[in-house]
C-alpha cells in the first residue's frame, strides 16, 4: 500500500532524497492521497513532506530539504514553462494557497497539457 511504501521510504531514504508519488490527482486512485494523508496525520512530524505538485505526481523530501529544493524548482526553466508556482499571497487573501499538510507547494497550471494542442 501507499502507506507502507512511505513508512519504509521513511526509514531508508538520505536525507534530501526525493519520493515522487503517482495519480495523486487522479480521482480514480483515491487510496494514493488515503495513503500520504494517512501517513502524515499519523506522525507527530513528519519526516517526508510535499514540495511540487506536478503531471499528477506529488514531490516529496525530507523536511530538512523542503526550502531549498522548492526554491530551486522554483527557478528551474523547464518548469517555469509549464506556468509551475506557489500562488501568491494575493491569491491567499482571496482563501486559496498552495499548501498541502501544511507545507507550500509548488504546483502547475494546466498550461503544460495544453502546449501544442492549440
Not at 534530501?16 to 495519480?23: E, F, K, Q
Not at 511540487?52 to 529544493?69: D, E, Q
Not at 491569491?91 to 507547494?105: D, H, K, L, M, N
Given at each position: 500500500?501507499?502507506?507502507?511504501?512511505?513508512?519504509?521510504?521513511?526509514e531508508?531514504?538520505?536525507?534530501?532524497?526525493?519520493v515522487?508519488?503517482?495519480?495523486?490527482?487522479n480521482n480514480y486512485?483515491?487510496g494514493?492521497?488515503?495513503?500520504y494523508?494517512?501517513y502524515?496525520?499519523?506522525?507527530?512530524?513528519?519526516r517526508?513532506?510535499p514540495?511540487?505538485?506536478?503531471?499528477?505526481?506529488?514531490?516529496?523530501t525530507?523536511a530538512?530539504h523542503h526550502?531549498?529544493?522548492?526554491?530551486?524548482?522554483?527557478?528551474?526553466?523547464?518548469?517555469?514553462?509549464i506556468?509551475?508556482q506557489?500562488?501568491?499571497?494575493?491569491?491567499?487573501?482571496?482563501g486559496?494557497?498552495?499548501?498541502i499538510a501544511?507545507?507550500?507547494?509548488?504546483?502547475?497550471?494546466d498550461k503544460?497539457?495544453?502546449?501544442?494542442?492549440?
Amino acid at each position: 500500500t501507499v502507506l507502507h511504501d512511505l513508512l519504509v521510504a521513511d526509514e531508508v531514504m538520505a536525507e534530501g532524497g526525493i519520493v515522487a508519488l503517482d495519480d495523486f490527482n487522479n480521482n480514480y486512485w483515491l487510496g494514493v492521497r488515503e495513503g500520504y494523508f494517512t501517513y502524515v496525520f499519523s506522525q507527530k512530524a513528519p519526516r517526508l513532506v510535499p514540495f511540487m505538485l506536478t503531471a499528477n505526481k506529488l514531490f516529496l523530501t525530507t523536511a530538512s530539504h523542503h526550502a531549498p529544493l522548492l526554491a530551486r524548482v522554483l527557478r528551474n526553466e523547464a518548469l517555469l514553462s509549464i506556468d509551475l508556482q506557489v500562488l501568491p499571497d494575493a491569491v491567499r487573501e482571496q482563501g486559496g494557497e498552495t499548501r498541502i499538510a501544511g507545507w507550500p507547494v509548488a504546483v502547475s497550471s494546466d498550461k503544460w497539457e495544453t502546449k501544442g494542442k492549440e
